[in-house]
């Protein structure tokens, strides 16, 4: 079921959409330099706003946050101790050790990222055609408005 919302809304929406697919193509013809622009363009189309889902969000885990808020969880005492201890095995680690590590925590992120939900908006597409509209409009105007004075003389 169509919804009636502002139309400068949708139009904006359209055309920024609309305009990027077109001016992606246009872009790579332009010479280098300014280019002034002035013109009348008629659009027409559609846009379509698909519905809401939940998507498992798969992001890149802040690895010093999720370490500051672990340690943030214990007291000084044994904050410090921990990490004393954590240094030193990192640094006196061979690469078996810090292979295995490694895959212990990456697996343990994997876990909970895919516990990670999120209601994302749903995809906005459109299909637009842009008609430049000529000088012949402006004539036709002209002409419609020299019509209505004359009238509005006589």
């Given at each position: 079921?169509?919804?009636?919302?502002?139309v400068?809304?949708?139009?904006?929406v359209?055309?920024?959409?609309?305009a990027?697919?077109a001016s992606?193509?246009?872009?790579?013809?332009l010479?280098v330099?300014?280019?002034?622009?002035?013109a009348?363009?008629?659009?027409?189309?559609f846009?379509?706003?698909g519905?809401d889902?939940?998507q498992?969000?798969?992001?890149?885990?802040?690895?010093?946050?999720?370490?500051g808020?672990?340690?943030?969880?214990?007291n000084?005492?044994?904050?410090?101790?921990?990490?004393?201890?954590?240094?030193?095995?990192?640094?006196n680690?061979d690469k078996?050790?810090?292979?295995?590590?490694?895959?212990?925590a990456?697996?343990?992120?994997?876990?909970?990222?895919?516990?990670?939900?999120k209601?994302v908006?749903?995809n906005?597409?459109?299909h637009l055609?842009f008609e430049?509209?000529?000088?012949?409009?402006k004539v036709?105007?002209?002409k419609?408005?020299d019509?209505?004075?004359?009238?509005?003389?006589a």
């Open positions: 079921m169509a919804t009636t919302i502002n400068s809304e949708t139009v904006a359209a055309m920024a959409k609309g990027k697919s992606d193509k246009a872009a790579k013809e010479e330099g300014d280019h002034e622009i002035e009348l363009v008629k659009v027409t189309g846009i379509r706003k519905a889902k939940d498992v969000v798969h992001m890149a885990i802040p690895h010093w946050k999720v370490i808020a672990l340690l943030s969880k214990v000084k005492a044994t904050r410090n101790a921990v990490l004393k201890e954590a240094i030193q095995t990192a640094l680690m078996e050790q810090e292979t295995q590590i490694k895959s212990e990456n697996e343990a992120i994997d876990q909970l990222k895919g516990m990670v939900k209601t908006s749903g906005v597409t459109c055609n430049e509209i000529t000088e012949n409009i036709e105007a002209t419609i408005k019509e209505v004075e004359e009238t509005e003389i």
